[in-house]
């Protein structure tokens, strides 16, 4: 595994849509890999894979026991309820903005095998998911943010 450079506000890779993934084969496992180990030494919440460069759908979100779950080809197939609350990424270091999300989402992809999967995901999850699937599409969150917090707010 290895530590990937995480590309910031302002590269225009952040901006592009991304391409499915056709090929679940051991070059996608390293880049999961990759990505897993970027986010644990970034000490994020969430980590797509154009924030590494690479404009493929893929995204890793941090679950409440602190363990991973991959999704590849993700698609938000329902989603329910609203909630306000922060939100930063890695690709912008040090600033957070409040953003409405949806409450839950439901969430159609595949594993790392090409598996389908479904998950519903509610609260901070549901936010991260709708979070990195933007990403996906080059969206940021800056966007959609209603006011940016306060250096006092964040302390
Ligand atoms: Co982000």
Redesign the pocket.
Known sequence: MAIRNIVKQGDGILEKVCRPVTDFNGRLHQLLDDMKETLAAAE?A???AP?VGVLRRAVIIIDDEGGYIEMVNPVITQAEGSQDGPE?????PGRYGMVERPQQVTVEFQDRYGEKKTLHLEDFLARAAC??V??LDGK??LRLVSRFLTPEELE
Not at 88 to 92: D, E, F, Q, T
């Open positions: 994020g969430g980590l797509a924030q930063g990424c890695l690709s912008v979070h990195e933007d990403h940021l969150y």
